[in-house]
């Protein structure tokens, strides 16, 4: 089971960028589809973006789909959300996720995803 560790979050104004990043470790990164899901107060966690195992192919949930990429390399075993234009409701804990099935299992469920990163705080003032 890989191991993921996220950075990267913090407070920003409404139009600022941010990245996100997530270090996994072990010797298998590039056999994980890579995924950002996010969860605000009281709501579910919800996908955000997802990419997979050769760094092709990303899935972008509407409400951030030109604003936000995804990217990863495997010889760094890293996997980084890029986030521009932020919004006040882009305000959540983001998550990184790892999956053995592919990207569009990541997008469709979170019961797909099998390891989880401790999550970043990304707070996004009016």
């Known amino acids: 089971q890989v191991q993921l560790v996220e950075s990267g979050g913090g407070l920003v104004q409404g139009g600022g960028s941010l990245r996100l990043s997530c270090a996994a470790s072990?010797?298998?990164?590039?056999?994980?589809?890579m995924g950002w899901f996010r969860q605000a107060p009281g709501k579910e966690r919800e996908f955000v973006a997802a990419?997979?195992?050769?760094?092709?192919?990303?899935y972008y949930a509407d409400s951030v789909k030109g604003r936000f990429t995804i990217s990863r390399d495997n010889a760094k075993n890293i996997v980084w959300l890029q986030m521009n234009s932020l919004k006040p409701e882009d305000t959540a804990v983001y998550y990184c996720?790892?999956?053995?099935?592919?990207?569009?299992?990541?997008?469709?469920?979170?019961?797909?995803?099998?390891?989880w990163g401790q999550g970043t705080q990304v707070t996004v003032s009016s």
């Open positions: 072990g010797r298998t990164f590039s056999s994980y589809a």
């Open positions: 990419i997979s195992r050769s760094g092709g192919s990303p």
């Open positions: 996720a790892a999956s053995t099935l592919n990207a569009a299992m990541i997008k469709s469920s979170t019961s797909n995803v099998g390891s």
